[in-house]
């Protein structure tokens, strides 16, 4: 079956730093790739994604490019605040039948002044 | 517009009580799907549904049930509350999967 692996959190950085949130992914056909970002309290909310693949999915300065040579959807971005601390998650969904969204197990994500 | 909404935001049950959590969506979507999220484990799926009266099983369907009688409405039923269903749910919502689901801002509950 489908299935997401992200890496493993939590994850700190000081801000301006440059982030890095790796995502691969196992599923037959070619799947549409998300992440979704989850702040305190509060639901998820899809932050960018890319339905083929060399798409790059790209919002709020963050970015991932869907590589199918590598099954990877890795979240990028080139300098981070304290208002991106949240939770991400990477997730896939076949573009037909169901349309189940499967989801990885999130990372926190902490961003120190 | 209202988007996915949620009721109620918190609830406590005691062990071997029912409820029913609400989700409703005024985007006419028909994907709908119910997730729990537990620590350490993401957002594993409960049930979903394909349109009104369609609904199929998730990865953790054991002691949910529900029904889908219009577009808009999504009910999720707990038949008799244990402890291991103290979690957050949530209820999210899509016209067709390459666009995203739209969550709801989710259904903390706690089973004593």
């Known amino acids: 079956g489908n299935s997401v692996t992200q890496m493993e959190g939590p994850v700190t950085l000081s801000e301006e730093a440059f982030l890095t949130i790796n995502c691969t992914y196992t599923?037959?056909?070619?799947?549409?790739l998300f992440w979704y970002v989850q702040y305190p309290g509060e639901g998820l909310q899809l932050l960018l994604k890319a339905t083929k693949a060399d798409d790059k999915g790209s919002n709020k300065g963050f970015e991932a490019t869907y590589r199918k040579e590598t099954t990877s959807f890795h979240l990028e971005k080139g300098s981070v605040q304290v208002s991106d601390s949240a939770v991400y998650f990477c997730?896939?969904?076949?573009?037909?039948?169901?349309?189940?969204?499967?989801f990885g197990q999130g990372t926190r994500l902490t961003i120190n002044p | 517009n209202a988007g996915v909404t949620q009721t109620p935001k918190f609830q406590v049950l005691k062990t071997g009580q029912s409820m029913t959590l609400q989700c409703a969506q005024d985007?006419?979507?028909?994907?709908m799907s119910w997730y729990r999220q537990d620590p350490g484990m993401g957002l594993r799926l409960i049930h979903y549904?394909?349109?009104?009266?369609?609904?199929d099983q998730g990865e953790v369907p054991n002691g949910y049930n529900v029904s889908r009688s219009t577009t808009e409405d999504f009910p999720l039923r707990l038949l008799s509350a244990a402890p291991s269903q103290t979690s957050v749910y949530f209820c999210?919502?899509?016209?067709?999967?390459?666009?995203?689901?739209?969550f709801g801002s989710g259904t903390r509950l706690t089973v004593v």
């Open positions: 997730a896939l969904s076949d573009l037909q039948g169901a349309q189940k969204l499967v």
């Open positions: 985007m006419n979507h028909e994907y």
């Open positions: 999210a919502s899509s016209w067709a999967a390459g666009y995203g689901y739209t």
């Open positions: 599923a037959t056909g070619y799947p549409s």
């Open positions: 549904s394909v349109g009104a009266g369609i609904t």
